[in-house]
């Protein structure tokens, strides 16, 4: 089984920045696409950034241009460097790691991010 771990969320002013991580450990065999992905109070799941295991990145429009996400498959962790926050950036940030079939995605827990204006 393998478990994700979020860190680095808080509370920051508008304009500032933040770096989330996430550490995958147990039985790893595989993980390919790795993702951030945020759900607001009163709002569903939303994917932020993506990436594959050769580096490929996808954004979300509303992010584009102020975060970077990054991954080291040797060390089974990625990362997720937020500049120029802003007031709706403000969610629980959850890491997402894709097994490889017929293992089942997997999540963590979850990390709050809070930008005040």
């Known amino acids: 089984q393998v478990q994700l771990v979020e860190s680095g969320g808080g509370l920051v002013q508008a304009g500032g920045s933040l770096r989330l991580s996430c550490a995958a450990s147990g039985k790893i065999f595989s993980i390919n696409d790795m993702g951030w992905y945020r759900q607001a109070a009163g709002n569903q799941r939303e994917l932020v950034a993506s990436?594959?295991?050769?580096?490929?990145?996808n954004y979300a429009d509303s992010v584009k241009g102020r975060f970077t996400i990054s991954r080291d498959n040797a060390k089974n962790t990625m990362s997720l460097q937020m500049n120029g926050l802003k007031p709706e950036d403000t969610a629980v940030y959850y890491c997402?790691?894709?097994?490889?079939?017929?293992?089942?995605?997997?999540w963590g827990r979850g990390t709050q991010v809070t930008v005040s204006s």
């Open positions: 990436i594959t295991r050769g580096g490929a990145t």
């Open positions: 997402k790691a894709e097994l490889g079939w017929p293992l089942p995605s997997a």
